[in-house]
C-alpha cells in the first residue's frame, strides 16, 4: 500500500513540474511514474527542460544513474522500514515466545536480502552511468524558456 501512495505522491509531482517546464504529455509521464517509479523519475529527471538558473552535467546516462541512485536508495529504505515494521507488528501480535525466535532471525534476513539487492543494483548502476559519463557535457537553462541547451 505504501509503495502506491508514494508512487502517487511523486506522480502528482512530476505532472505539476512537467507542466510548469512546458513539458510535452505531463499525464503521460505522470501516469509512468505512478506505474514504474523507479525508472520512469530518473529518466524525467535527466531529460526535462531545464529552468532559469539550473544546470546539469554529464550526459543524459550520467544524470539518469544519479537520479536512480537516489530513487532506488530511498525504494529501497522505504521497504526495509515497512518490512521491519510489519515484522514487529506480526510478532507482537502473535505474542514473543522461543518459536517465534525463528521469525525475528527471518526477518533479519529479509532485511540483509533488501540490503543486498539496494547494494548491487546500486552498484551497477552508478558503474554504468560512470562508464557512459561524458565530462565535458554540460547543459545550461537558456535566460529566455525553460529549454535547455547543450
Same mark, same amino acid.
Given at each position: 500500500?505504501?509503495?502506491?501512495?508514494?508512487?502517487?505522491? /511523486?506522480?502528482?509531482? !512530476?505532472?505539476?513540474? %512537467?507542466?510548469?517546464?512546458?513539458?510535452?504529455?505531463?499525464? /503521460?509521464?505522470?501516469?509512468?511514474?505512478?506505474? /514504474?517509479?523507479?525508472? #520512469?523519475?530518473?529518466?524525467?529527471?535527466?531529460?526535462?527542460? =531545464?529552468?532559469?538558473?539550473?544546470?546539469?552535467?554529464?550526459?543524459?546516462?550520467?544524470?539518469?544513474?544519479?537520479?536512480?541512485? !537516489?530513487? @532506488? #536508495?530511498?525504494?529501497?529504505?522505504?521497504?526495509?522500514?515497512?518490512?521491519?515494521? %510489519? %515484522?514487529?507488528?506480526?510478532? %507482537?501480535?502473535?505474542?514473543?515466545?522461543?518459536?517465534?525466535?525463528?521469525?525475528?532471525?527471518? #526477518?533479519?534476513?529479509? =532485511?540483509?536480502?533488501?540490503?543486498?539487492? @539496494?547494494?548491487? /543494483?546500486?552498484?551497477?548502476?552508478?558503474?554504468?552511468?560512470?562508464?557512459?559519463?561524458?565530462?565535458?557535457?554540460?547543459?545550461?537553462?537558456?535566460?529566455?524558456?525553460?529549454?535547455?541547451? #547543450?
Amino acid at each position: 500500500m505504501w509503495y502506491w501512495v508514494l508512487n502517487a505522491v /511523486v506522480a502528482l509531482w !512530476v505532472f505539476l513540474d %512537467a507542466q510548469k517546464r512546458h513539458v510535452e504529455l505531463p499525464g /503521460v509521464w505522470a501516469a509512468a511514474t505512478f506505474i /514504474v517509479m523507479a525508472l #520512469t523519475l530518473p529518466f524525467y529527471l535527466a531529460k526535462r527542460p =531545464l529552468i532559469k538558473g539550473e544546470v546539469r552535467e554529464g550526459g543524459p546516462a550520467w544524470s539518469f544513474s544519479k537520479s536512480f541512485a !537516489v530513487v @532506488w #536508495t530511498a525504494l529501497m529504505l522505504a521497504a526495509g522500514i515497512n518490512g521491519k515494521l %510489519a %515484522a514487529s507488528a506480526a510478532l %507482537a501480535k502473535a505474542g514473543v515466545s522461543a518459536g517465534h525466535a525463528g521469525d525475528a532471525m527471518l #526477518t533479519g534476513f529479509g =532485511l540483509a536480502m533488501i540490503g543486498g539487492m @539496494w547494494f548491487i /543494483v546500486l552498484v551497477a548502476a552508478l558503474g554504468i552511468g560512470l562508464y557512459f559519463r561524458k565530462p565535458g557535457s554540460i547543459e545550461i537553462a537558456s535566460s529566455d524558456d525553460s529549454k535547455g541547451r #547543450t
